[in-house]
Structure formats: structure tokens, C-alpha cells
């Protein structure tokens, strides 16, 4: 699996202010953070005011690490991609379902022949409430995208990710959606995901848990690539453990029987875990949440 670390983001005031003040110290030891991850996302919104031409100064602090290009301003994503070492294994994130972004961001891949970003989302949309209407949406790019002459495996799909929190059914849905794209196109498309979307605004607590609960439900259902909190060791670790598919604990074989769940339609009632372990309760306690069969309570696992 693609991973993609998510800790240069403008939505931390910390990060912005280091932006906006230039400040190199500070955006190497993030960097240094996300050396683990295949591509480092840089978040930087619409690249206006005091982040006006910021991919220029950021683009040398990244070493040789490939950038995912995440911005509203296309023009700043262009110029972006022109300074790049090697824009072929860069990403565009990201384009959606409406025509005029559409266009000018599958022109843009093309020409750079970088991983393009897709969302399943419109203006007219929103994000969808089933599996079935994001595919419609994901239909649409995609014709956009062999229109242009975009190779499959460059295509990057997001069925999009709310929190569990605030809409419980879309994390299965997310799944649905997955395992659906997985079985639809021929050559192969790429999946991807904003994972720590999945626990946005829960207590800290539970964060983790949520996190690596649903990467190895994610990853049943087939995902090639998450956009992730590269600080998070442990995520990482169990979605290495999972690709190895070399449990070193209780603990990860359980992960592994979850993803093995997924990867067969299985039901959650098979699974066989401690009933005596706090930690494997609470795992199960949590895929039951994300299954939406139980419903989410900030004090779920104490319940």
C-alpha cells in the first residue's frame, strides 16, 4: 500500500505559521517524519497571500521524497509539478467530478504524466450517500480520464471519507464502494483514502483505535493507498504486518482476521477473538461501530 504522510497541512495553526514565516527548521523535522511514506502531501489550501508561490520554496526542503500537490490553485499546482525532480511519480490532489476542474486537472496529469487524485464528489452531488452514487461519479471521471488518454494505473480513486462520528453508515459504505471499484475496471484503477478522516474530531483517545481498526478493514477491501498521519508508528506497522501477512502478537492476527472478513464478505460474528483481552473487546467493540452495527458513543469502548 501507497503511503502518503498528511503532516504538512495548513489546517494546524503550527504548520501554517511556519509556512507563511518560511521557518526551514520546522518543515525539515516534518519531513524527517514522513520518511517512512512513499509521498509527502502538502496541503496548502489556495496558495494565496503569504503562501503565495510556496511549492517553490517547499519543493527543495522535500529531499527526494515525491509530493502529493494538495491546493485549490491549479496554477500553483502547475508550477508546482514543473519544479518536481520526477513529476511522473508525483500526485494531483485533487480533481473531482465537475467539468471545468475536471478538465484542466486531467490535462495537467497528462502532461506531466503524474497520479491524479479523484474525488467522488460534485458541487451538484455533494458526497453521496450510497456506494451506487459514488460510483456514478467515478464512472464519469473516469471516461474523462480515458478520454484524455489517462493510463488506469495513474488514476487515484477517493470514494471519500467522513467521520464515524458524524455520518456512522458511510464508513461501510466507503467499503462497499471499494470492494465495487476493485471489481469494475479492467486494466486496474488505484484506490485511495484520507484515513484519519474516519475519527476527525474525536476524543484523542479513541483516534488510534478507529484509525487502525478501519486500515485493516481498508485493506481488506483491496485499498492501494492511504493518506496518513506518518508520526502514527503503529498504523504503520500494522499495515506492514498486514502486506507481510506476518502476525507478531494476538493483536495482529486479529487485524488480519478483520481484514480477511472484508476481503470475503465475511460477517463480523465469526471472527473469533479473547473475550478475556480488553484490547481485542475493544477492537471488536470498535469494528462493530464501523460495520454500523452498533452505534457510536464517545464512550463506546467503555460500555
Not at 497541512?9 to 518543515?27: A, C, G, P, T, Y
Not at 521524497?65 to 519544479?83: T, Y
Request: aromatic share 6%.
Amino acid at each position: 500500500m501507497i503511503l502518503i504522510g498528511e503532516n504538512i497541512h495548513i489546517i494546524s495553526k503550527s504548520v501554517r505559521q511556519s509556512l507563511e514565516n518560511r521557518d526551514e527548521n520546522f518543515v525539515k523535522k516534518l519531513v524527517k517524519i514522513m520518511q517512512n511514506c512513499h509521498a509527502a502531501d502538502l496541503n496548502v489550501g489556495p496558495s494565496k497571500g503569504k503562501l503565495d508561490n510556496i511549492f517553490q520554496w517547499l519543493i527543495p526542503l522535500m529531499g527526494e521524497m515525491n509530493i502529493s500537490f494538495d491546493s485549490s490553485n491549479i496554477e500553483a499546482i502547475k508550477n508546482g509539478l514543473s519544479l518536481a525532480k520526477k513529476p511522473e511519480n508525483c500526485f494531483i490532489n485533487s480533481t473531482n467530478a465537475d467539468e471545468e476542474k475536471l478538465n484542466k486537472l486531467t490535462d495537467l496529469a497528462l502532461e506531466y504524466n503524474c497520479n491524479l487524485v479523484a474525488l467522488s464528489m460534485s458541487k451538484e452531488t455533494g458526497i453521496p450517500k450510497t456506494a451506487d452514487e459514488r460510483m456514478e461519479l467515478i464512472f464519469k471521471i473516469y471516461e474523462k480520464c480515458m478520454e484524455k488518454g489517462i493510463e488506469s494505473n495513474k488514476i487515484f480513486f477517493d470514494p471519500l471519507i467522513l467521520p464515524v462520528n458524524v455520518e456512522q453508515s458511510q464508513a461501510a459504505e466507503v467499503i462497499s464502494t471499494l470492494q465495487i471499484i476493485k471489481e469494475s475496471f479492467e486494466p486496474k484503477v488505484n484506490t485511495i483514502v484520507g484515513l484519519s478522516n474516519i475519527s476527525n474530531g474525536m476524543p484523542q483517545e479513541l483516534r488510534k483505535l478507529i484509525n487502525h481498526v478501519y486500515a485493516a478493514m481498508l485493506f481488506g477491501a483491496g485499498l492501494d493507498g492511504a493518506i496518513i498521519d506518518a508520526k502514527d508508528d503503529a498504523l504503520i506497522r500494522i499495515i506492514r504486518m498486514l502486506e507481510c501477512y506476518n502476525p507478531q502478537s494476538e493483536i495482529d492476527k486479529l487485524y488480519i482476521n478483520i481484514a480477511n472478513m472484508i476481503q470475503c464478505f465475511g460477517d463480523v460474528e465469526d471472527i473469533v477473538y479473547d473475550k478475556n483481552d480488553i484490547e481485542q473487546i475493544n477492537i471488536i467493540k470498535t469494528l462493530k461501530i464501523l460495520l454500523n452495527k452498533e452505534v457510536f458513543s464517545n464512550s463506546y469502548t467503555q460500555l
